[in-house]
T-cell receptor
Framework: GENVEQHPSTLSVQEGDSAVIKCTYS??????FPWYKQELGKRPQLIID?????GEKKDQRIAVTLNKTAKHFSLHITETQPEDSAVYFC???????????FGTGTKLQVIP | SAVISQKPSRDICQRGTSLTIQCQVDSQVTMMFWYRQQPGQSLTLIATANQGSEATYESGFVIDKFPISRPNLTFSTLTVSNMSPEDSSIYLC??????????FGSGTRLTVV
């Protein structure tokens, strides 16, 4: 089955700096890669996703890149703000109503 | 995107008892997924529920412990049976939203004492 590894497990950045979270996956059939943000005590919320036919996707301060050959994808947050502090999960799926496998999570702390 | 109502939001249960968690979706969905999230951990898939057939369980999870019902395309239940303190966790349901990714219910925080 699919295995998703995520690094780092914790990340502290100064407000205004950039944050990068990296993930690798094992199943070459995976073609859908969502990223979730989970604030304390709340449900995971989709913040951005990318499909295998695209190498990069950007939404305001958030961007995701995908390297299918190397089987890795990354989340980039620029101009970080204190409200970006949360746990971020990467995930991989073959899509088509198939299950999603989550990474282990990265706790991001943005220091004002 | 789909909106999921999950209940109860939290419960404290005695060991040896069972708890049934419900998820109601505001639209018809093919698959519903049940996850467990232990404190400070990632989400682990328990099973996938397809309407009209038995749920498919992941390794380490069995139907006797986590029976699932999926009576129609908008509703599913997960029962945590014969609970022990190790079952204390957050349980979440999830559905796929076509091109909008996967949406989660608000979660059920279970404490077994």
């Amino acid at each position: 089955g699919e295995n998703v590894e995520q690094h780092p497990s914790t990340l502290s950045v100064q407000e205004g700096d950039s944050a990068v979270i990296k993930c690798t996956y094992s199943d070459s059939a995976s073609n859908y890669f969502p990223w979730y943000k989970q604030e304390l005590g709340k449900r995971p919320q989709l913040i951005i996703d990318i499909r295998s036919n695209v190498g990069e996707k950007k939404d305001q301060r958030i961007a995701v890149t995908l390297n299918k050959t190397a089987k890795h994808f990354s989340l980039h947050i620029t101009e970080t703000q204190p409200e970006d502090s949360a746990v971020y999960f990467c995930a991989a799926s073959t899509g088509g109503y198939q299950k999603v496998t989550f990474g282990t999570g990265t706790k991001l702390q943005v220091i004002p | 995107s789909a909106v999921i109502s999950q209940k109860p939001s939290r419960d404290i249960c005695q060991r040896g008892t069972s708890l049934t968690i419900q998820c109601q979706v505001d639209s018809q969905v093919t698959m519903m997924f049940w996850y467990r999230q232990q404190p400070g951990q990632s989400l682990t898939l328990i099973a996938t529920a397809n309407q009209g057939s038995e749920a498919t369980y992941e390794s380490g999870f069995v139907i006797d412990k986590f029976p699932i019902s999926r009576p129609n395309l908008t509703f599913s239940t997960l029962t945590v049976s014969n609970m022990s303190p190790e079952d204390s966790s957050i349980y979440l349901c999830s559905v796929e939203n076509n091109n909008y990714g996967y949406t989660f219910g608000s979660g059920t925080r279970l404490t077994v004492v």
